[in-house]
């Protein structure tokens, strides 16, 4: 079966920090672009962070930027997504999501993917 899990959500108090992941299953990764997206409560799902097949190349919405770090292992055949300094607006489903084709520019504007994960819940409150 074809599929990416995520995990590592949770409670975090604010300024806490959390690693995400995205373990896939039942094909390879480094065919893939990765991105991560959220969905806070009442709003659209939004692109955080998209990197190439290799890694070298990454990408951040002007609103991602300086938090989030994004991240691959491909001989683990999972990607990563560090978020620090974490704020109560960062609460959110998290998923990851997998793209054979475009760039990490496209994926994470248009957030057209072949697999989309379950999503792991990420909850900032003190």
């Known amino acids: 079966q074809l599929q990416l899990v995520e995990s590592g959500g949770g409670l975090v108090q604010p300024g806490g920090s959390l690693r995400l992941s995205c373990a896939a299953s039942?094909?390879?990764?480094?065919?893939?672009?990765i991105g991560w997206f959220r969905q806070a409560p009442g709003k659209e799902r939004e692109g955080v962070s998209c990197i190439s097949k290799r890694g070298l190349n990454l990408y951040y919405p002007d609103s991602m930027t300086g938090r989030f770090t994004i991240s691959r292992d491909n001989a683990k055949n999972t990607a990563y997504l560090q978020i620090t300094s974490l704020k109560p607006e960062d609460t959110a489903v998290y998923y990851c999501a997998a793209e054979q084709l475009g760039t990490v520019h496209t994926m994470c504007a248009q957030q057209t993917a072949n697999y989309w994960g379950q999503g792991t819940q990420v909850t900032v409150s003190s």
């Open positions: 039942g094909f390879t990764l480094d065919d893939y672009l």
